[in-house]
């Protein structure tokens, strides 16, 4: 069946650092993927998507590119900020950005310090 | 404009108990989805409402059953409850019955079972 595989953390970093967080995914046919990250006290938010391969999400900074290749979608930042300091959930998707049925990963806990 | 309300916020159950957890969705919005998030995993999801039917369900025993109304909220029951049924559960929107439509979460309830 499908499934996700994210970086195991916790992942700490100082504020303007390089961040990558590795995803890699097992499905069959075109699936789409997604980033969703959920703050201190806050409900999962979509982050980025991506719905074939290739495409490349963004948003506030962040992106991820659909490898198909290597079946990856890696999500990066290239300063992260205090405020990053989240869980970032790595997801799988059905085709054409369907996200009806979402098969996520364990999750990532960033923390950034000043 | 309210988002996704859940509640009760928390919950405790004694196994074997039957609990009732509620959701609103967001204005506007016609699907509910629900996930069970245990401690240090990602969400999976349990299944999703649309039309007051059930139209997908993941592997999860009958013990687990929902409801929509009319007016788009939800409701999941949990029969026979057991230790480890103890999650956040989380509730999720979206509109237009569309597939691809954003997913807007709630901040879930958290059920413990002892």
């Known amino acids: 069946g499908d499934s996700v595989t994210q970086m195991e953390g916790p992942v700490t970093l100082s504020e303007e650092a390089f961040l990558t967080i590795n995803c890699t995914y097992t499905?069959?046919?075109?699936?789409?993927l997604f980033w969703y990250v959920q703050y201190p006290g806050e409900g999962l938010q979509l982050l980025l998507k991506?719905?074939?391969?290739?495409d490349k999400g963004s948003n506030k900074g962040f992106e991820a590119t659909y490898r198909k290749e290597t079946t990856s979608f890696h999500l990066e930042k290239g300063s992260v900020q205090v405020s990053d300091s989240a869980v970032y959930f790595c997801a799988l998707g059905g085709r054409g950005g369907s996200n009806y049925k979402l098969t996520f990963g364990k999750g990532t806990l960033l923390t950034v310090n000043p | 404009d309210a988002g996704v309300t859940q509640s009760p916020t928390h919950l405790i159950k004694t196994r074997g108990q039957q609990v009732t957890l509620r959701c609103s969705p967001k204005?506007?919005?016609?699907?509910v989805s629900w996930y069970q998030q245990a401690l240090g995993q990602g969400p999976q999801f349990i299944f999703q409402?649309?039309?007051?039917?059930?139209?997908q369900r993941g592997n999860f025993p009958d013990r687990f059953s929902g409801h929509q109304f009319p007016n788009y909220s939800s409701e999941l029951n949990v029969n026979a409850l057991l230790l480890g049924d103890s999650a956040l559960y989380l509730c999720?929107?979206?509109?237009?019955?569309?597939?691809?439509?954003?997913?807007?979460f709630g901040n879930g309830t958290r059920l413990t079972v002892t």
């Open positions: 204005s506007g919005h016609d699907t």
């Open positions: 991506a719905t074939k391969a290739d």
């Open positions: 999720a929107s979206s509109g237009n019955g569309n597939y691809n439509s954003p997913l807007h």
């Open positions: 409402y649309y039309e007051e039917e059930e139209r």
């Open positions: 499905a069959t046919g075109y699936p789409s």
